[in-house]
């Protein structure tokens, strides 16, 4: 018997060509019997929770990152983690492209903000600096200062008159004190990332609205703060009207990971 392959979008049902999978009918030229259609709700996530389907990868075969907090009005690229099977959107901004959502890979030394696996699929899981330096997939890594600084500066050249926090904010943020969030370059940093401390966990504010901190590949440069334990840390106050502030933190912490290409 004939395999057959179908993608449900829009409210509409299609069958692929499973040579290329193109579209070659929909359900308004065939009926489907009962025995013909299945679903797992352990797998499949409903596209209404989805902004932006995807155009490479099925997501009831692949474990899609939502994209409910990306901007539909850009064009984002999308890469397989073969690792685990996740599917990240990427975005070009200036000479740099970069992931457009955290990275969520479950690797050693990695959590879940208070072992929450709703918040890893929404903010990704936050890891020890160590950790952070290697878990970016083949062909990506991640990022030093200079490529965060490099970041701040194409987008404020090109937005002069914006917050860098709000240009590269997710709009699904809740207003703060920098105020709406446009996301400009589809870059759509989630708010309230937080971070582990030993046992305690932070997110100084609650998702939507709290801090977000990202790791940097590069060490301390502070005589007080030795490179052997403290690495340096870019973060989105909410309380800022203008930069992606810096910090130097002990390398023990975890935070965040946002994967830049090579």
């Known amino acids: 018997e004939e395999t057959k392959l179908y993608l449900c979008e829009d409210g509409e049902t299609y069958v692929l060509d499973p040579a290329n999978c193109e579209k070659v009918s929909s359900s308004s030229e065939i009926a489907l019997s009962s025995s013909e259609v299945f679903s797992s709700s352990s797998k499949i996530e409903s596209s209404s929770s989805e902004k932006i389907p995807s ?4 997501c009831s075969e692949y474990e899609c990152i939502t994209t409910a907090y990306l901007n539909p009005e850009i064009e984002y690229g999308e890469y397989l983690d073969t690792r685990d099977n996740q599917v990240y ?7 740099q492209v970069w992931m457009a959502q955290n990275l969520n890979y479950a690797a050693n030394d990695s959590y879940c903000y208070k072992d929450s ?17 290697n878990v970016c997939p083949d062909g990506w890594h991640l990022p ?7 970041l701040v500066d194409y987008i404020t050249e090109q937005k002069e008159s914006y917050s860098v926090i709000s240009i590269l904010s997710s709009k699904s943020n ?8 446009y996301d400009f370059f589809g870059y759509s940093v989630v708010h309230g990332s937080g971070y582990k401390k030993g046992i305690w966990n932070f997110d100084e504010g609650g998702l939507f609205l ?13 005589e007080k703060y030795p490179a052997e334990t403290y690495a ?3 973060y989105f106050d909410v309380g800022s009207y203008e930069t992606l502030a810096k910090l130097t933190w002990p390398k ?10 090579d």
């Open 55 to 58: 155009k490479i990868y099925d």
């Open 89 to 95: 959107r990427t975005v070009q901004i200036g000479e």
């Open 117 to 133: 696996l709703t918040r890893c699929a929404t903010v990704g899981r936050l890891y020890l600096w160590e950790t952070a330096l």
């Open 144 to 150: 030093d200062t200079t490529e965060f600084n490099y």
């Open 174 to 181: 809740r207003s703060a004190l920098y105020g709406s969030a």
């Open 210 to 222: 709290g801090n977000t901190y990202f790791w940097t590949a590069s060490e301390s440069i502070q």
């Open 232 to 234: 340096r840390v870019r």
């Open 252 to 261: 023990n912490y975890a935070l965040a990971v946002r994967c830049i290409k």
